[in-house]
């Protein structure tokens, strides 16, 4: 099967709030989709109901072919989650985390010793892992989070916020690993509020405004969608901006201009 992660209508409700409404995407093997949008436009939503966090009211998510909703542990082998703020225990070091998220999946962590030390070699864990997360500093969480989501070799990694708390220098060794997992046909499913992020590593975008799918395409569309051959950020201020959105962008090419 071609598709690693498919939203059939995905509606979700919140109290009588619509977060989500009727989004159908798909995210073929060794892909790396961004999901864009602003604050509250579902993006977060998608991604708890895509690995069962949440439920959704309308419709399903199927990963690889197993659907979310009716067939959970098919599904949730197949994928590894980052989510914005990294679960991690304070009180065990970092491979003690790393070796409880083996357990759990059932697997002898000394077999997979050598790909272990890689991952952290890229990420400059390789000291970290046998202090106390206590010390650690946020980047150095979301590193062990993502290590944690990956310890599985998983087929779909979907990511929420990839820059949080990550510096230059963590963008970079993560972008190495994206592009690593990308030539195993792993599926790469993302959200950022950074636009040049989205532009750099994904091969596909898709924009959500109000819980709505409002625009899909690869980076090298976004000239032909836009009036003056412009870029991501004038795609995005116009489908998503207010009435003050020419004049947003007119200020930042001004500025560029100035620079």
Known sequence: MSEAIFFDKVTKN???????????????????????????????????IAVGILRPTEGDVYIFGHSITREPIQAKRCLGYVPEDAYVYDSLSGFENINLIADLWRMNLKEH???LMRLAQILEMGQALDQLVSTYSAGMRRKLALMMALIHNPKLLIIDEITANLDPKGLA?????????????????????????????????????????????????????????????????????????EMIIEFLRMREKIG
């Open 14 to 48: 919140y109290n009588g709030t619509t977060a989500v409404r009727n989004f159908t995407m798909r995210v073929r093997r060794g892909e790396i989709v961004a999901l864009l949008g602003p604050n509250g436009s579902g993006k977060t939503t998608l991604m708890r």
């Open 113 to 115: 010793e050598d790909e």
């Open 173 to 245: 060794s993560l972008e190495i690993i994206l592009a690593g997992l990308k030539k195993e046909g792993v599926a790469t499913l993302f959200s950022t509020h950074i636009l040049e992020v989205a532009e750099v590593l994904a091969d596909r975008i898709v924009i959500i405004h109000k819980g709505r799918k409002i625009w899909e395409g690869a980076p090298e569309d976004i000239k032909t969608e836009t009036a003056e051959g412009g870029k991501l950020r004038d795609l995005y201020f116009e489908l998503t901006g207010g009435p003050e959105y």
